[in-house]
């Protein structure tokens, strides 16, 4: 009797993108992945499989990839990162501050930023698609360890996953558990 076929494994596609340095995602390190997730409207924990089963996610995905790093091909992007370079130096890859502080403030959209200014066509992407906690009022102070009060242990967990974002997001707390133990 021939044994049954190991499960695909459930890892999130935060972790997925990562470390798929030589394929979809060469040249994807934890910025990217999350900036790019961001822009997809893809919460960094959902695991990797469930996108890939479901053919309109998958294919939400792939064509996504292309898009998203399209922005580092504009004129908007690499004139500004070239000004005041010069071929004759005698260094050509020393550090250039402007280059450097340009890409932070316009090409960082979520990785390690406390605040962000969401798109509006994202923002309904994003109501659309479930992820927006509907007690929250925009502009008020809002705490979502006040909301979701068992995110605390997701919180702990997801850090020890490296999963960056995943304490932005609004799950249940049923969600939350089979993500935790799904993590685990």
């Not at 922005?71 to 908007?76: H, I, L, N, P, V």
């Not at 919180?155 to 939350?176: D, F, H, R, V």
Request: charged letters at 20%; glycine letters at 4%.
């Amino acid at each position: 009797m021939v044994p049954a076929p190991t499960p695909p494994p459930i890892r999130p596609i935060i972790k997925e993108i990562c470390t798929n340095s030589g394929g979809a995602f060469s040249g994807f390190g934890r910025h990217l992945a999350n900036d790019f997730l961001f822009n997809a409207a893809i919460h960094p924990a959902t695991p990797a499989i469930y996108i890939c089963e479901d053919d309109e996610s998958f294919t939400e995905l792939l064509e996504g990839i292309p898009a998203y790093l399209k922005r580092f091909t504009r004129r908007e992007y690499y004139n500004p990162m070239l000004a005041g370079r010069s071929l004759d130096r005698k260094n050509p890859f020393e550090f250039h501050e402007n280059s450097n502080r340009h890409y932070m403030q316009s090409y960082i959209d979520v990785f390690r930023r406390c605040s962000v200014q969401v798109p509006k066509e994202l923002y309904v992407k994003y109501l659309k698609k479930g992820l927006l906690d509907h007690r929250h009022t925009i502009g008020e102070a809002f705490s979502i360890f006040d909301s979701h009060p068992s995110l605390k242990v997701f919180c702990l967990l997801s850090t020890q996953a490296n999963l960056t974002t995943a304490t932005l997001w609004s799950i249940s707390s049923k969600e939350m558990l089979q993500m935790a133990l799904r993590i685990l």
